[in-house]
């Protein structure tokens, strides 16, 4: 199908379809405050006696999995885990460094439920639910309660008390930190949780194993095909219900900070079964990571956000300066967020800060190889705070940027650039966590829910924690009330179908036998997503993109070369479906990044933005969650909105000046 690339005032019919408006139904029809306990009171209960006879898989041992699988473990059901790691332990949720939000209130410094609230729905520019975001607030404090019962090292003041930082786009501190290691320190609290159930016998965990279909049987997800990586064997699993905890997508862009493993394979899949793909356009593209620095790389390091709580952000005033830093005065700097963000000054919001350096750096003042990097510079809180009290807070941080790039960070200022970090895209889901598939749960990074069009730092782990230690267990509960459903075994046709394809899959991707790499299709997309759907978007570009998506498509079917066997250890062959099911949600995403005629958050739109140059929203029209239906192979995607309706927060132009 070739792409009309000409301008158009039109609706895209030509590339997707508009399908009829969707509503979240779960959440109760009463104020923001009550909607949680509301839901809580109302949902069905299971007797404990009963739960003994439900099943529930989860896919993914991160944040949101192990502790969703801890907490139903110890509730009494039947859990399968799932991850591909070689232990629930090393998934992507451990490279998490800077911290958590709650609204505790520690510093007495004005925070409360609401305002955690409020900062997230702005944060997120008015783009995601009021209902979601209220009950992210409000669990999260019981998440820190229950995560320092557990042991967790978070960080404490000389008195006792847990320290607090300030993250971007909030004006208090009630980011809760374990050093540079906040994620690692969260995810052997959930993991060790979660062991205690595998020690007790309700948690049953499956490593090295990659989730490829789900089995959706009488309309509801009744199990999953899964590859044993280590043999290729493949394995039909079944359950009364299907979690899928398995994280973000951000790797479509192929230079991300995400884990080199971490893909979009169990969503896109279920995504093709029925379950709806919410906001995909919506990236996050972290302001603070270590430049680029050449063709040869295949990751990006991020450098954590708290370090713009002391670290300030500056590039020379004049173009093209390429004097080292100690021999440009003070009046010869310019420290543009303190000056154009006066209030929030370094700890503006992720996609403006990125926007912010991007500017800078398209000016020509950009600093470091080719001009594509900003300073983020310690001299003052050195002279301020000591090296010590520096060495405490972010030690680690500095020790991993001076081992990648050769440089002292405490005697010259780190170099950073923005990059693709996080996706607040993902499965669409209601109130209870539930996908388009009856049955079909999905938390953490991969669901949509929490964050609109940007999310604050801080916020996805605690998203991910209140996902699996405090809401699943509620709603998962409502759903298996009604259960044990009736049996489903290999011999269901809806298991057969499912295992055929995955098998048909994979002889298709060996039989190929092409001249080119799978990594060399994954950069290549990569770099048109980057160009075209990355920090700046177009209409034009945006449909340049999708028609040169669609031919790499079809070279990806004819040319790739995978090595190797099935019945083995076969990396090669675990790439190329991944890759592939990029290369269609690449597609999704530009189709979602066009359809947007506006700018917001992280989604910018250069047709779309104020006089200077700030994402402007274009509410009467796109005040809704896109949820876009899988449209078939080669057919086209179908859209459904989900208005977005705001009665506790207006809806006001995003200011942190
Ligand atoms: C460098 C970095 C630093 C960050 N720092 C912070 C921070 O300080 N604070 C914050 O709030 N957020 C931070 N984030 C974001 C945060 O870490 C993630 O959003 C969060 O950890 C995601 O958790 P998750 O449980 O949803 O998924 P993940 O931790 O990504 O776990 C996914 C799981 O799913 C499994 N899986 C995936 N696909 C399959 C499949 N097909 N079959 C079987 N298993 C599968 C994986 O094996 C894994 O177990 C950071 C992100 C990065 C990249």
Same mark, same amino acid.
């Given at each position: ?29 009463? #104020? ?20 003994? &006879? ?15 699988? +801890?907490? =139903? ?30 609204? &505790? ?10 305002? =955690? ?19 992210? +607030? ?10 320092? $019962? ?11 008390? =847990? ?14 930190? $374990? ?48 590859? #044993?990586?280590?043999?290729? %064997? ?40 029925? +379950? ?76 403006? +800060?990125?926007? $912010? ?19 983020? #510079? ?12 520096? %060495? $405490? &807070? ?55 829910? /929490? ?109 790739? &070369? ?5 019945? /083995? ?63 078939? #192979? ?24």
């Amino acid at each position: 199908m070739t792409v009309n690339t000409d301008a158009r005032t039109d609706d895209f019919t030509d590339i997707y379809d508009l399908g009829a408006p969707i509503a979240d139904t779960k959440a109760p029809d009463v #104020d923001v405050s009550q909607r949680w306990d509301t839901r809580r009171f109302e949902a069905k209960l299971v007797n404990p006696a009963n739960r003994r &006879k439900l099943k529930v898989i989860i896919v993914g041992t991160g944040l949101a999995g192990a502790s969703a699988a +801890a907490t =139903l473990g110890e509730a009494g059901y039947h859990v399968t885990s799932f991850c591909y790691q070689d232990s629930p332990r090393r998934a992507h949720s451990i490279a998490a460094q800077g911290g958590i939000n709650a609204a &505790k209130n520690y510093r007495n410094d004005g925070d409360s439920i609401y305002r =955690l609230f409020y900062d997230t729905v702005k944060g997120g520019d008015f783009r995601s639910r009021e209902s979601n975001v209220y009950r992210l +607030a409000q669990v999260s404090v019981e998440i820190i309660d229950q995560c320092v $019962a557990q042991g967790v090292p978070f960080a404490r003041e000389y008195g006792g008390l =847990l320290d607090n930082r300030s993250f971007g786009g909030v004006q208090v501190s009630r980011t809760f930190y $374990a050093r540079g290691q906040t994620g690692q320190q969260l995810l052997i609290g959930a993991y060790q949780a979660m062991e205690r159930q595998v020690a007790a016998g309700t948690v049953v965990n499956h490593t090295r194993h990659e989730m490829l279909e789900v089995i959706v049987a009488d309309g509801r997800a009744r199990g999953v095909i899964v590859r #044993d990586m280590v043999t290729g %064997e493949i394995e039909s699993h079944f359950a009364d219900a299907v979690v899928l905890a398995t994280g973000g997508y951000g790797n479509v862009f192929f230079l991300s900070t995400n884990a080199m493993g971490s893909n979009v394979t169990a969503t896109w899949r279920a995504h093709r079964k029925g +379950a709806y793909f919410g906001n995909p356009c919506y990236t996050q593209i972290h302001p603070t990571c270590i430049p680029v620095s050449g063709d040869y790389q295949s990751k990006l390091t991020l450098m954590s956000e708290s370090l713009r709580n002391d670290g300030r952000i500056w590039v020379p005033k004049k173009a093209g300066d390429d004097r080292p830093v100690s021999q440009i005065p003070e009046d010869e700097r310019d420290y543009y967020l303190e000056r154009q963000y006066p209030s929030f000054g370094n700890l503006v919001p992720r996609d403006i +800060a990125s926007r $912010a350096a991007k500017y800078v750096c398209d000016e020509g003042r950009g600093v470091g190889p080719g001009g594509l990097g900003v300073y983020l #510079d310690f001299a003052d809180a050195i002279a301020r705070l000591g090296r010590k009290t520096v %060495e $405490a &807070k972010y030690g680690n941080l500095f020790d991993m940027y001076a081992q990648i790039t050769g440089e002292d960070p405490y005697e010259t200022p780190m170099r950073i650039y923005p990059a693709v970090h996080y996706t607040m895209g993902g499965l669409w889901v209601d109130y209870d966590l539930q996908s388009s598939i009856p049955g079909l749960f999905v938390a953490g990074e991969a669901n949509f829910s /929490d964050h609109g069009a940007n999310r604050l730092g801080a916020s996805a782990l605690m998203q991910g924690l209140a996902d699996g230690y405090f809401v699943l267990p509620n709603t998962l509960a409502n759903y298996l009330a009604d259960g044990p459903y009736e049996p489903v075994d290999e011999s269901h046709p809806a298991a057969v179908e499912a295992k055929q394809e995955v098998t048909d899959r994979i002889e298709k991707l060996l039989s190929i036998n092409g001249t080119r790499t799978v990594d060399s299709f994954h950069r290549e997309l990569g770099t048109i997503m980057w160009e075209y759907c990355g920090m700046a978007r177009t209409e034009g570009g945006l449909l340049k993109a999708i028609e040169l998506i669609r031919e790499l498509r079809t070279e990806f079917w004819r040319n790739v &070369k995978v090595t190797g066997v099935n019945e /083995d250890l076969n990396q090669t062959l675990e790439r190329a479906g991944r890759v592939a099911d990029f290369i269609d949600l690449g597609e999704l995403m530009c189709i979602d990044a066009l359809h947007r005629r506006e700018s917001c958050g992280g989604h910018f739109r250069v047709e779309s933005q104020t006089e200077d140059g700030e994402a402007l929203r274009q509410d009467d029209d796109f005040a809704y969650v896109a949820a876009w239906e899988f449209g078939g #192979d080669g057919g086209k995607p179908v859209l459904h909105k989900e208005a977005l309706i705001y009665q506790n927060v207006e809806m006001k132009q995003r200011s942190y000046k």
